[in-house]
């Protein structure tokens, strides 16, 4: 998985409105519930800025680390727990 | 599904952002009114101009400009959109239009009689959802239909277009006017929206006059308004509607006179939404068409304009003594269709007492009363 590169679905909007990073999906299959939005927390919002279909998820665990002094394995979890639920949802493709 | 913690699904309206955007002082929507042409030529209608009225088409807001107002919108937070008209799918443009509000994280909802719809529509809301799609009835048969529209064969249009909608599970949400011409079947057409509808029908009874002034489609309107007496046995009739006013009796009929300062405007119009005419003028309120209260968003930025009119809002006070000896502190003036922009609409003025409103409001806060106070007894 860490070698795949990951990038936005082009039919997800992400805005920023008082204080809350909001994904809007605008087609079908992708958050169908009426309404449905989702948001990110500040962790969440650092990986979603750095997803490229130039980089794979390992450039960018790299990138996290040296930007934050948590543990890498921490953050391997993290950014993989993110993509896994983010690529369920439809809300990020990857490059094949 | 289970979420880790840098993802959280919400749904609106009861999230905490609804919250927060309920308490930003500018508005959270933004309402396109893209043509005031349509294919219907509706008896109560207080837009409509001729599909083919090629003056009113010239002055239409293009794409491109409509796309500037949507940015400067969505910079302010702006979250909702309504596209309505006259009659939004007349414009060739529409579909590049509802896609581009969509792809600017714009929740749209379109307002359409459904007569145009055709299957690269279906196949556009198909794909592209719109928050919500609510279609007008007219009546429920095709001489009612079509005193209402004024235009044989628009019977036919409704329903086709209609059943391509529901047949591809495309949601819509169906409403009525009530008015002369269909009162008689206004039972039958709640029966048909109900059957039909995604959400609770809903029905208004309430004519307002028209945006240009036109002295005999006016008279029309007038024509078309129900009396005190058959409003209030059509909410009766209607057991959510009387519901909804039983339980809302507070609100709507309050214990004892208000007093309002001799504000003008006591409604919460600067909240309200943006709302765009078809020729690029802002207005806080669809009907408020006073000069005061409306500027040219050719000329300036929609915040500007916004401000403009947000600070007359703010200032006007009333000196009209009939106004406000009545009006300005009557308990029941959230039953009435009293407003500013309606009391200008009828009068040419902001603040003159109405006497159909008024009585209209009279008769149904008694009836009103009435219903409660039975719906208490043992």
Redesign the interface.
């Known amino acids: 998985m860490i070698n795949i590169k990951y990038y936005h679905n082009k039919d997800v909007i992400v805005r920023e409105i008082e204080g809350e990073y909001l994904m809007i999906p605008i087609a079908s299959g992708i958050g169908d519930m009426e309404d449905e939005m989702y948001t990110l927390n500040e962790t969440g919002i650092a990986v979603w800025e750095k997803l490229s279909p130039e980089k794979t998820l390992e450039n960018i665990i790299n990138e996290l680390c040296e930007e934050y002094s948590a543990d890498r394995n921490e953050i391997e979890t993290d950014v993989i727990g993110l993509i896994d639920e983010l690529y369920k949802r439809n809300i990020v493709l990857y490059k094949k | ?1 289970a ?11 009861d999230s ?2 609804v919250k ?2 309920q308490k ?1 002082t500018t508005p959270v929507s933004i309402n396109f009114e893209l043509t005031a042409r349509c294919n219907n030529n509706c008896r109560h209608c207080f837009i409509n101009l001729p599909q083919n009225d090629r003056n009113a088409e010239s002055s239409e807001l293009s794409i491109k400009e409509i796309e500037n107002l949507a940015d400067q919108a ?1 910079e302010k ?1 702006v ?1 909702w959109c309504l596209i309505t008209g006259g009659e939004p799918l007349l414009r060739n443009d529409f579909s590049e239009i509802y896609l581009m509000l ?4 714009l ?1 749209v909802s379109v307002f359409t009689n459904a007569c145009l719809i055709n299957q690269s529509h279906i196949d556009l809301f ?4 719109p ?1 919500e799609l609510e279609v007008t009835v007219y009546g429920i048969a095709e001489k009612t239909y079509e005193k209402v529209t004024g235009i044989k064969g628009s019977y036919k249009q409704f329903r086709a277009g209609l059943d391509l909608l529901l047949s591809n599970n495309v949601p819509v949400s169906l409403k009525a006017m009530a008015i002369h011409s269909n009162v008689h079947e206004i039972e039958e057409i709640a029966e048909f929206c109900t059957k039909y509808s995604k959400k609770k029908f809903k029905f208004d009874p309430f004519l307002h006059k028209r945006y240009d002034q036109d002295a005999k489609r006016n008279k029309l309107i007038e024509s078309e308004r129900l009396t005190k007496d058959e409003i209030v046995r059509i909410e009766h009739n209607n057991f959510a509607r009387k519901n909804a006013l039983i339980e809302g009796c507070e609100h709507l009929i309050f214990d004892q006179d208000i007093d309002s300062l001799g504000r003008v405007f006591t409604c919460g119009i600067l909240k309200s939404g943006f709302e765009i005419s078809y020729d690029g003028k802002l207005r806080l309120c669809s009907s408020l068409l006073h000069p005061d209260y409306v500027r040219d968003l050719r000329q300036m930025s929609l915040m500007d304009a916004y401000n403009g009119i947000a600070k007359n809002v703010i200032n006007a006070r009333s000196d009209n003594k009939e106004f406000l000896n009545k009006c300005s502190k009557c308990k029941i003036i959230n039953l009435c269709y009293f407003c500013p922009a309606n009391s200008y609409l009828e009068t040419g003025k902001l603040d003159i007492p109405v006497d159909y409103f008024c009585k209209n409001a009279h008769a149904r806060q008694e009836a009103i009363l009435e219903w409660k106070k039975s719906s208490e007894l043992p």
Do not use: A, F, H, Q
């Open positions: 599904m979420e880790p913690d840098n993802i959280k699904s919400i749904t609106l309206p905490d952002l927060k955007l930003t969505v937070g979250l969509r792809r600017k994280g929740l198909k794909k592209y959802k928050r």
